[in-house]
């Protein structure tokens, strides 16, 4: 069963009809939020907001350990992490979609493994390409067969937030190779990894990085709101072309 996390601008997932929602207890604490199941046309599917339903949790005290390890105690096969990011790279605009396929981290403090001593062996993950490449090419596809461009490829440099950045810190980030910035794909993705879930990231891009573009000379927050509600539904689209929708196949129920 596929399992979504939803992030900003996506807290619900309306075209997702739902069943039953399940408080997850993990060796790790609380997840955001009872885990939402349900179907998408028809094919079962998994729900949970990363900052929960509320939208309160801060990307830097989210419990990506209790999140993941929910997601994989229900059987999840997969799972689509959808995010908010700012655009470093010249290209990305507001209300682009990206696949990135490659992960710079900068966050700090977080606890960011399950291997983390307490008699269990000494674990390391290979993380080379920390996004799953056949997740990435189908969600690709989806969004081809419905005429909505994705971007495929791209460095993710994961901040800690919840500040934004400044314009120095964008520079430093683009010299290091990264072409877009959020908070919350990491630890996210290699607790994906750790678990043995393939794990990919629909991004899309709210605003330019702080000091380029429309945020030159700051990030305007009442222009990102209309940007990801637009974005989000096209979103939406492509996740029901992946699982196997029809034309023409609409939610019935909301998680609202
Ligand atoms: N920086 C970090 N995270 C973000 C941004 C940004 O500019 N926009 C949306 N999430």
């Given at each position: 069963m596929l399992a979504i996390i939803g992030g900003s601008g996506l807290t619900?997932?309306?075209?997702l009809d739902v069943s039953h929602r399940e408080v997850v207890r993990t060796p790790y604490g609380e997840p955001s939020g009872p885990v939402v199941f349900g179907q998408i046309c028809g094919k079962p599917a998994m729900f949970l907001p990363r900052h929960g339903y509320g939208h309160t949790i801060p990307p830097h005290t989210v419990n990506y350990r209790a999140n993941l390890w929910a997601l994989n105690h229900h059987k999840a096969t997969g799972v689509i992490s959808v995010a908010s990011v700012g655009g470093i790279?010249?290209?990305?605009?507001?209300?682009d979609i990206v696949l990135p396929n490659q992960i710079i981290d900068y966050t700090w403090?977080?606890?960011?493994?399950?291997?983390?001593?307490?008699?269990?062996p000494v674990t390391h993950i290979d993380f080379?390409?920390?996004?799953d490449r056949d997740l990435s090419r189908r969600i690709h596809e989806a969004g081809e067969q419905l005429g909505i461009k994705i971007k495929l490829g791209g460095v993710y440099a994961a901040t800690q937030g919840p500040r934004l950045e400044t314009a120095a810190e964008i520079n430093r980030l683009e010299r290091d190779g990264a072409d877009l910035v959020g908070m919350t794909g990491m630890p996210e993705a290699a607790l994906a990894r750790e678990l043995g879930l393939p794990y990919v990231a629909i991004n899309v891009?709210?605003?330019?990085?702080?000091?380029?573009?429309?945020?030159?000379?700051g990030i305007h927050f009442e222009s990102l709101d209309v940007v990801l509600q637009e974005a989000m539904g096209k979103v939406k689209a492509i996740i029901e072309k992946l699982v196997g929708c029809q034309n023409g196949c609409q939610s019935v129920n909301s998680t609202e």
């Open positions: 619900t997932l309306s075209n790279r010249n290209d990305l605009q507001p209300g403090g977080r606890k960011s493994t399950y291997f983390d001593g307490n008699g269990t080379t390409e920390p996004y891009i709210a605003n330019h990085a702080a000091g380029r573009g429309s945020s030159a000379n």
